[in-house]
């Protein structure tokens, strides 16, 4: 390795060293050339710029090359494997992109009249239909655009069905293994929170959650399978016990990808979930535009979804817009109906893997974890026996001893050229180690990956193996950030050393 070695220009390989865009500009630059407009007479009323607003002064060709350099640092499931634990980082079909990309589709306007886009509504009606069909439920709401917002929908349709019985329950149960998102969610609807423990099997605690409910819990909201990745026994019983005192059963259907085709959520006695479509139904996460977090309903909870829906009427297709067509909606979660290529990519995702495909999908994914499970478990310490589903937890007893922390291991991998799983999440295992393959690698790249974590966690039993892990990563243009300073106190704004004298306009 050349890690020690120092260029002139700071650049590393072809790799280059980017500035700041502030840092590369130059004053008086700028990628336009316009003449400067003639004098008249000014419309803006006294409230022209009396000094040069600062931004950076570069070509074109300067500025298209520092944005192609900082996309170029980003790791993305393009790129590499990306084995975040809980996220399903699957990869996104090219077929799905380019469906998304038809004008009929790409080019819609949300204002558009409804006869104008009947196409574009079917197909909402279409991935509706999916969804509702392999979750066993009776409605869908489309709108969120995203799993936590498709909690807060589902959260604030069941205090709607509670508001509409005169009911004012004070709380929601929460097992201490959920995702943040589903005790904010709680919070922001209004509720305490109550928390579950797990049991030593990873699992919920039965008893503590039987003994928790009353006629005052509004909602249990329950993760499955789980984020230890173990599927959630007693589901029914859990069910009738949550019904039994009048509350509603929501599920986190984060980790659909283990049971889409399996399982229907609808059979187990959920009430609410929202399906990630950017994790089980293969749409692109972040980068790839907004997401989308469809929420399955129970007929209980059918007539309180938000505003706006499709319907389909005898003309066609159209869109309920208000309260009249359905009073007790429980408002409207957002202007328009969500996210037609989040639709788009989903419905071209399932139809093409068709309902014998989508099975597969949950198997393979299932068969994917418990394989790197199986290769690693001799050297690392999984965190709960027997098998497990979509994704392995792992703890860090394995590194008892050595002075290597479960952050120095996940720092290694990035010299190793992969992104890391996920880390210290969830808390109720000590140092998590969160590994989700999805069904979409294929044995080769599980192998390497394999590989390079079994010699990591022999390494760890090295000799100066603390020093050397407690340095990683040695390769990336930047090393170990301080992220808590980061987070604390965030430079957000760049400014200048002294004033420049002619700054670009
Ligand atoms: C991803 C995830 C969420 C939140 O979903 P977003 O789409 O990221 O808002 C909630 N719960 C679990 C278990 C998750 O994995």
């Given amino acids: 390795m050349h890690s020690d070695i120092k260029t002139t220009s700071g650049h590393r390989g072809l790799q ?21 407009p003639k004098g008249g007479p000014s419309r803006l009323g006294g409230l022209e710029r009396s000094a040069p607003i600062g931004l950076p002064g570069l070509t074109e060709p300067e500025t298209v090359r520092h944005y192609v350099r900082i996309s170029q640092k980003n790791y993305s499931i393009d790129t590499g494997f990306y084995p975040l634990g809980s996220c399903t980082m699957k990869h996104n ?42 979750s066993g439920m009776a409605a869908v709401a489309m709108s969120p655009r995203a799993g936590a917002h498709g909690e807060l929908c589902g959260l604030m349709a069941i205090r709607a069905a509670h508001d509409a019985k005169g009911e004012a329950r004070k709380y929601v149960l929460v097992p201490d293994s959920a995702h943040g998102t589903n005790p904010a969610t709680a919070a ?23 003994g928790s409910l009353d006629d005052d819990c509004a909602a249990l909201m329950l993760t499955n399978p789980n984020t230890c990745g173990l599927f959630e026994r007693n589901v029914l019983d859990i069910a009738e016990a949550v019904h039994g005192v009048g509350a509603y059963f929501y599920c986190d259907g984060a980790n659909f990808n283990a049971l889409v085709g399996k399982v229907r ?11 990630n479509l950017h994790k089980t139904f293969s749409t692109p996460h972040g980068g790839g535009g907004p997401g989308s977090g469809p929420v399955v309903l129970s007929e209980a909870l059918a007539p309180f979804a938000p505003l706006p829906f499709v319907v389909q009427g005898t003309s066609g297709f159209d869109v309920t817009e208000n309260e009249v067509d359905s009073p007790q909606a429980f408002g409207r979660l957002g202007a328009f109906h969500g996210q037609m290529g989040m639709f788009v990519r989903a419905v071209a995702y399932m139809m093409s893997h068709g309902a014998d495909g989508l099975k597969q999908v949950a198997e393979d994914a299932v068969l994917s974890a418990n394989y790197i499970k199986a290769s690693l478990e001799d050297v690392m310490s999984v965190s709960y026996e027997g098998p497990c589903m979509h994704e392995v937890l792992f703890d860090d007893r394995f590194l008892q001893g050595s002075g290597v922390s479960t952050l120095d291991f996940a720092k290694a991998l990035i010299d190793e050229g992969y992104h890391p799983m996920t880390v210290y999440f969830p808390l109720v295992v000590h140092g998590a180690m969160l ?33 050397r892990f407690a ?35």
């Avoid at 922001?188 to 099997?201: D, L």
């Avoid at 959520?265 to 399906?275: R, Y």
């Avoid at 599980?446 to 000799?463: N, Y």
Wanted: net charge negative; with cysteine.
């Fill in 16 to 36: 280059q060293e980017e500035g700041l865009i502030f840092e590369l500009a130059q004053p008086g630059v700028s990628g336009v050339d316009l003449p400067a």
């Fill in 93 to 134: 079909p090219r077929l799905n992109e380019k469906m998304a990309r038809l004008p009929g589709f790409a080019d819609v306007h949300p204002l558009q009249p409804a006869q104008t886009v009947q196409g574009a509504l079917a197909l909402i009606d279409t991935c509706a239909h999916w969804l509702k069909q392999l």
């Fill in 188 to 210: 922001a609807c209004g509720y305490e929170v109550k928390t579950i423990p797990s049991k030593a099997n990873g699992r919920v605690d039965l008893q503590a959650l039987l």
């Fill in 265 to 275: 959520p609808g059979d187990l006695g959920v009430d609410a979930m929202h399906i």
């Fill in 435 to 467: 590994i989700e393959p999805t069904e979409t690698e294929s044995k080769q790249s599980l192998d390497s990956f394999i590989k390079v974590m079994r010699a990591l966690a022999l390494a760890v039993k090295e000799e100066g193996a603390a020093a």
């Fill in 471 to 505: 340095a990683a990563p040695q390769l990336t243009p930047r090393r170990r950030l301080d992220e808590t300073q980061a987070a604390r106190q965030p430079i957000l704004r760049w400014r200048p050393q002294a004033e420049p004298a002619q700054a670009a306009e």
